[in-house]
């Protein structure tokens, strides 16, 4: 096999999503590094494939670049796989094809199953125009400016979540996005219990509260595009939104977001945001 780096899509539940060419390209390298050499050898050996695995994170991704782009340059062929889906796409991988690019190393990609596309293609939403965000920040204050950030920019936007967060960021989607935006949300794909839910955010976070079992597994979002519609009559109160933004980001950069988003004067914003800073 040709010396190179082949960054190879794996399943991202069900195992026959695995291709051909995948199979094929592991079964032929010489090594496979991997995200988690525990977690893939039990995918590797499902299919009889026993190679020599190196293991490349987040944590060590530089280190094992230089050490991989070594062996390439050697003549081995390397593959590269992450835990689940399209390495590098909210996994590591993108440090070491750069790596590779900048000593040009051949780098072959091998695609197949990814969170991001496989959710989108079933939201029913136009797809000509979209924003991936990966996931939000942890920490409320910053995932809500995330929001912001978002709803300003007017395309349709994915996400990813985990299910000890869902609630929690359908919560500040409601508040960012209005109780009535339209929202897919897709839980599990590929896997035995996949559902996918559609409709407006506030319906949504009840459905997915009525039931424990609902907030299992893994989920992708898809906020709609936000429209002029929903802009006047479902967002929160300017003010309220005001003050929520004035305790993540600077005043300067809250006036410019709240005016954009509620389609306000700067110098108004700017004086009632002037006022509540005064009284608090
Ligand atoms: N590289 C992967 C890809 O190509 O989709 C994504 C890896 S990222 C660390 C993991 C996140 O992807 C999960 O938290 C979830 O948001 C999403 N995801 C992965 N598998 C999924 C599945 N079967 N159903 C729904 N979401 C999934």
Do not use: W
């Not at 991202?12 to 525990?38: F, P, Q, W, Y």
């Not at 190679?51 to 944590?59: E, G, R, V």
């Amino acid at each position: 096999m040709k010396a190179g780096l082949y960054l190879v899509a794996t399943p991202i539940g069900n195992r026959d999503d695995i291709s051909i060419r995948a199979l094929d390209t592991l079964k032929n390298v010489d090594m496979i590094a991997c995200e988690d050499t525990r977690h893939s050898s039990l995918l590797l050996s499902f299919f009889g494939i026993k190679k020599k695995l190196i293991s490349l994170h987040q944590h060590n991704e530089e280190d094992k670049a230089t050490y991989i782009a070594s062996l390439i340059q050697q003549g081995y062929a390397l593959a590269y796989i992450s835990d689940a889906g399209t390495p590098a796409i909210s996994d590591p991988g993108a440090l070491l094809v750069r790596h590779m690019h900048n000593l040009q190393i051949n780098v072959v990609p091998i695609p197949g199953p990814s969170a991001l596309v496989t959710a989108f293609s079933v939201s029913g939403f136009p797809t000509n125009n979209f924003l991936f965000y990966g996931f939000l920040p942890n920490a409320n204050g910053k995932c809500k400016k995330a929001l912001l950030d978002i709803y300003q920019k007017k395309v349709t936007a994915i996400i990813y979540e985990s299910p000890h967060r869902i609630i929690k960021t359908l919560e500040l989607v409601r508040q960012v996005f209005g109780e009535e935006h339209e929202i897919v949300i897709t839980r599990e794909l590929t896997k035995i219990f996949e559902t996918i839910y559609k409709g407006y955010v506030g319906n949504l976070i009840t459905e997915i509260e009525s039931k424990k079992d609902n907030q299992k597994g893994e989920f992708v979002l898809i906020l709609s595009e936000p429209n002029d519609h929903s802009e006047s009559s479902q967002l929160m109160p300017l003010k309220e939104a005001l003050e929520d933004t004035l305790n993540v980001v600077s005043l300067n950069q809250s006036v410019k977001i709240i005016a954009k988003i509620y389609n306000k004067n700067k110098k108004e914003i700017y004086n009632l945001a002037l006022e509540l800073k005064k009284n608090e």
